[in-house]
């Protein structure tokens, strides 16, 4: 019976993209890097990924700090909760679910964003980036929240959208369920580990249907 459900926050509960992505472009400009030209609907995540690294533009870089910057700035005209997963969200609580945030955005930056997208849903732990932490797909995080409810690896399922999320539940011992309409690849869907790739929001309410919590 899964009592702990650990979500991905960009790309999986709260689409992000297009004003993260204009942050970056932003900064890469501020700092004379070429900004990255590949539409964002149609962008390949880990090449998005290695492009900001191989320009010195990753984290632990002062591009990463002034980005943070920005997005804080940033009025977030494009950004809004994925449609229906404020109501699933919702229900996996009506069902006695504790619901925790994992993600690689900066923690307070995390919190934030919980506070205004997701106002009427409890997540009990809300895990970011901080700095001297590793983060996914290293397992420390996701195991920090794991450990604090004292629940076993069987009853826990992190969710997510791309590659990264893939290496963490792997890493972590845990079952995954992946989506599609977050960033992820054909490579991500294809991968044999998760438990369900799904392509809607409602789809997680399976997980309880099947378990009849």
Same mark, same amino acid.
Do not use: W
């Given at each position: 019976?899964?009592?702990?459900?650990?979500? #991905?926050? #960009?790309?999986?509960?709260? #689409?992000?993209?297009? #004003?993260?992505?204009?942050?970056?472009?932003?900064?890469?400009?501020?700092?004379?890097?070429?900004?990255?030209?590949?539409?964002?609907?149609?962008?390949?995540?880990?090449?998005?990924?290695?492009?900001?690294n191989d320009n010195n533009a990753g984290k632990n870089t002062p591009v990463y700090d002034r980005y943070i910057e920005l997005y804080k700035e940033d009025p977030l005209t494009n950004t809004r909760?994925?449609?229906?997963?404020?109501?699933?969200?919702?229900? =996996?609580?009506?069902?006695?679910?504790?619901?925790?945030?994992?993600?690689?955005?900066?923690?307070?930056?995390?919190?934030? =964003?919980?506070?205004?997208?997701?106002?009427?849903?409890?997540?009990?732990?809300?895990?970011?980036?901080?700095?001297?932490?590793?983060?996914?797909?290293?397992?420390?995080?996701?195991?920090e929240i794991i450990n604090n409810e004292n629940v076993s690896l069987e009853e826990v399922v992190y969710l997510g959208d791309k590659d990264a999320d893939v290496k963490v539940a792997i890493n972590a011992g845990i079952d995954l369920v992946l989506v599609t309409y977050g960033q992820g690849s054909r490579e991500d869907y294809e991968n044999p580990y998760p438990l369900m790739v799904i392509s809607r929001a409602e789809e997680i309410l399976d997980l309880i249907k099947e378990e009849n919590i």
């Open positions: 019976m899964k009592r702990l459900f650990i979500f #991905d926050l #960009d790309g999986m509960i709260l #689409d992000t993209f297009e #004003d993260s992505y204009n942050c970056v472009n932003r900064v890469l400009e501020e700092f004379n890097i070429p900004p990255y030209t590949e539409d964002f609907n149609n962008l390949h995540y880990p090449t998005f990924r290695k492009y900001l909760p994925y449609p229906g997963i404020i109501q699933v969200l919702k229900k =996996l609580e009506e069902h006695g679910v504790t619901l925790a945030i994992c993600s690689n955005r900066e923690e307070k930056t995390v919190e934030k =964003l919980a506070e205004k997208y997701f106002n009427e849903v409890n997540f009990k732990h809300i895990s970011g980036y901080r700095k001297g932490v590793p983060d996914k797909p290293n397992p420390y995080r996701v195991n």
